[in-house]
T-cell receptor, first 113, second 113 residues
């Protein structure tokens, strides 16, 4: 199993540009999550999904959108990039026997200039 | 909502010394508690978790943590630090009845030779 994969690893965006951060998992997990990590702030939940077709807002959803058309994929969309969205983004998933444990991808580092 | 406080954003120990990373939580229901480790430029890796079974939990790499309900604490310890333990450590709390996992701000562990 590859676990949770994220692409790209690093991206520079100009203010106002849009992009999609990709996340995929091959563990057949129902739950998937997007977090952002800022220095000294820990991880903040952006959006999550409890299954295909079902998404919900987390703690810091403004400026982002998600979709979940399949169990495997959970892309995060930034429509109008702003400097405040410079961060490291982590995708996570959970499910199966260890329903309480989230497994994380390697992260996408985003710089908005 | 639940929350986590990690005391000390930066802890420095000598190689071979005791490692103690502090975590206090707040939760209105019996929580699930986690410690994750993050090495530079990587995602979060689960160290150990408490899910209402034994209060002393052993994890990978010689780490352990004890759930103390009376103190609302879940401190992480390791008897003897190794250089490879240098990383950032995150404590997290999850209400088992929902998908809301909250992370602490993180503690960066430095190990001196």
């Amino acid at each position: 199993n590859a676990g949770v994969t994220q692409t790209p690893k690093f991206r520079i965006l100009k203010i106002g540009q849009s992009m999609t951060l990709q996340c995929a998992q091959d563990m057949n997990h129902n739950y998937m999550y997007w977090y952002r990590q800022d220095p000294g702030m820990g991880l903040k939940l952006i959006y999550y999904s409890v299954g295909a077709g079902i998404t919900d807002k987390g703690e810091v959803p403004n400026g982002y959108n998600v979709s979940r058309s399949t169990t495997e994929d959970f892309p995060l969309r930034l429509e109008l990039a702003a400097p405040s969205q410079t961060s490291v983004y982590f995708c996570a998933s959970k499910g199966g026997r260890e329903i309480e444990t989230q497994y994380f991808g390697p992260g996408t580092r985003l710089l908005v200039l | 909502a639940q929350s986590v406080t990690q005391l000390g954003s930066h802890v420095s120990v000598s190689e071979g010394a005791l490692v103690l990373l502090r975590c206090n939580y707040s939760s209105s229901v019996p929580p699930y508690l986690f410690w994750y480790v993050q090495y530079p430029n990587q995602g979060l890796q689960l160290l150990l978790k408490y899910t209402s079974a034994a209060t002393l939990v052993k994890g990978i790499n010689g780490f352990e943590a004890e759930f103390k309900k009376s103190e609302t604490s879940f401190h992480l310890t390791k008897p003897s630090a190794h250089m490879s333990d240098a990383a950032e450590y995150f404590c997290a709390v999850n209400d088992p009845t929902n998908n809301d996992m909250r992370f602490g701000a993180g503690t960066r562990l430095t190990v001196k030779p």
